[in-house]
T-cell receptor
């Protein structure tokens, strides 16, 4: 069966410090990978998605970046955190099915709470 | 934006009652999905309904889809305290090959014992 691991679970970082959140998926090959952010009391905002190694697409301009150094590894980074980067970050994966109407179910990790102080 | 919008934002009911949540979206979709999120946890997929389907059931869940009105509803029958969570609808754009899901802000459901 497939599993997704995301760490760290909780992070408190000062403004201007770097960030690295990691995510790995097991039990599947060539997944689509996603980073979402959820601000307090808000919906989920898609930040990045990847369809393969080294292929990253950004949905929202920001001071965050993502990388996919291996097939099942997805990393979210920042060189200098802002207060507004605080939130709940969720890594997720999906398998693409030929019949687009039947697939695209997304499986989420347990999330990482980031507080920028 | 293709994001779905859930209504109501919050819903409070007693155990045994039915809970109905609605979702509206803006453009053509391939499918619509409902997810559940317990407080401080990741989201869990509940059910997917395709654009050519009108109704789907899964246990105590019933989902309807009206593409002419660009809306969907999630009905939880005979609710339990364990159903307390946030519920999100999410849409996949028609023609999407990448599986990008766009989520609404969710409905916070509280079920009182």
């Amino acid at each position: 069966s497939q599993t997704i691991h995301q760490w760290p679970a909780t992070l408190v970082q000062p403004v201007g410090s770097p960030l690295s959140l990691e995510c790995t998926v097991e039990g599947t090959s060539n997944p689509n990978l996603y980073w979402y952010r959820q601000a307090a009391g808000r919906g989920l905002q898609l930040l990045f998605y990847s369809v393969g190694i080294g292929q990253i697409s950004s949905e929202v301009p920001q001071n965050l970046s993502a990388s996919r150094p291996q097939d099942r590894q997805f990393i979210l980074s920042s060189k200098k955190l802002l207060l507004s980067d605080s939130g709940f970050y969720l890594c997720a994966w999906s398998v693409y099915f030929a019949d687009a109407g039947s697939g695209n179910t997304i499986y989420f990790g347990e999330g990482s709470w980031l507080t920028v102080v | 934006s293709q994001q779905g919008e859930e209504d109501p934002q919050a819903l409070s009911i007693q155990e045994g009652e039915n809970a109905t949540m609605n979702c509206s979206y803006k453009t053509s979709i391939n499918n619509l999905q409902w997810y559940r999120q317990n407080s401080g946890r990741g989201l869990v997929h509940l059910i997917l309904i395709r654009s050519n389907e009108r109704e789907k059931h899964s246990g105590r869940l019933r989902v309807t889809l009206d593409t002419s009105k660009k809306s969907s509803s999630l009905l939880i029958t005979a609710s339990r305290a364990a159903d307390t969570a946030s519920y999100f609808c999410a849409t996949v754009d028609r023609g999407s090959t990448l599986g990008r899901l766009y989520f609404g802000r969710g409905t916070q459901l509280t079920v009182w014992p």
